[in-house]
């Protein structure tokens, strides 16, 4: 399916274009409604709903789901997967499209969860409650080096951040991460941004700005690792599968995080659909369908052939 085709008015696609954009810098309290009204549609309209049991729980007050695939493939592994929407927007409902998919396509459980939202709560709220996660899965008695951090977009940044703070803080780390068109610079400078700026059906620059200095605030030194991983330490760093879209402004952001994995040794895939735009994968389409299916070979791959 060329990305010319792509049926803008589909109610999905409409949906999730009006979670990613806004008119200007400025997040209002309409913007927010709006997206936040949005991303529940677009969890009603994408998510799957066979195939998998899913189990509602609580983390310190963190609403949660356990997503489970009906065939289980290996009960030891879990992932912990966290949604994307800019950091300002998004629920469970939106989470379980991914969530589901993921579930289905490697058989294994998917834990999600509510990070709170900026801008009621900004930098380090979300980053707080990915590791609180993290650590209630550590005490329930999973090993780390059979969990798998997953995220998409904002969500690829927060896994991002917290794998970088487990391995800082000499942790134990994941077995490796899944990022669907992962937000790695929050200087919004890279060269994708002008290049795609026609072609992206999905994001715009004043989108991302106007999240960005929602989440962190507008005198925030853009460039700091602790907001924008692609500028932080890659050493000792998990295998890692980056999918991304041809179409999309984040394109620059998932190309040279894989550089800068290899670069500090470590291992990184890079999935670049011609087709693809920002989380194509959350469509209900045959292209979708394809990149779960490689999500799942390679989980296989670092799973069973390491």
């Keep these: ?5 792509l049926n803008l008015n589909d109610p999905l696609m409409i949906a999730i274009k009006a979670v990613n954009s806004i008119g200007g810098k400025s997040l209002t309290e309409e913007d927010l409604k709006r997206q936040r009204s949005a991303m529940e549609r677009a969890g009603k309209l994408a998510a799957p709903t ?14 949660c789901e356990w997503v489970r695939p009906d065939f289980a493939h290996n009960p030891q592994y879990v992932i912990l997967y966290a949604h994307g929407g800019g950091y300002t927007c998004g ?18 459980s998917v834990v999600s969860f509510e990070y709170r939202l900026a801008p009621e709560h900004k930098y380090p ?5 990915g590791m609180k996660i993290w650590n209630y899965l550590m ?12 995220g998409d977009s904002a969500g690829g940044n927060l896994v991002l951040c917290m794998t970088m703070k487990l391995i ?55 460039a700091d690792s602790k907001y924008s991983p692609l500028y932080g330490d890659f050493t000792s760093f998990p295998p ?33 659909e011609k087709d693809g735009w920002h989380v194509y994968q959350q469509m209900p389409l045959p292209i979708a369908t394809r990149a779960m299916k490689r999500v799942a070979d390679y989980v296989s791959k670092i799973i069973y052939m390491s």
């Design 1 to 5: 399916m060329a990305l010319l085709k």
């Design 50 to 63: 066979s195939d998998v049991t899913v189990d509602e729980f609580k983390v310190k007050n963190i609403a």
């Design 91 to 108: 629920g469970l409902g939106y989470a379980r499209i991914l969530a589901a998919k993921l579930a289905v396509a490697t058989g294994f």
């Design 125 to 129: 709220a979300p980053l707080e409650d």
């Design 139 to 150: 005490d329930k008695g999973y090993s780390s080096d059979k969990v798998l951090l997953a």
């Design 168 to 222: 800082r803080e000499e942790l134990l780390s994941p077995k490796g991460l899944i990022l669907f068109s992962p937000w790695t610079d929050m200087t919004a400078t890279a060269k994708s941004y002008e290049k795609y700026k026609e072609k992206d059906p999905i994001l715009t620059k004043e989108y991302i700005e106007g999240v960005r200095d929602a989440f962190i605030g507008e005198d925030a030194d853009y």
């Design 240 to 272: 890692t599968l980056i999918m991304v879209g041809r179409n999309e402004l984040l394109l620059d952001d998932s190309v040279q995080l894989q550089k800068k994995i290899k670069n500090a040794g470590g291992e990184a895939i890079i999935d670049i």
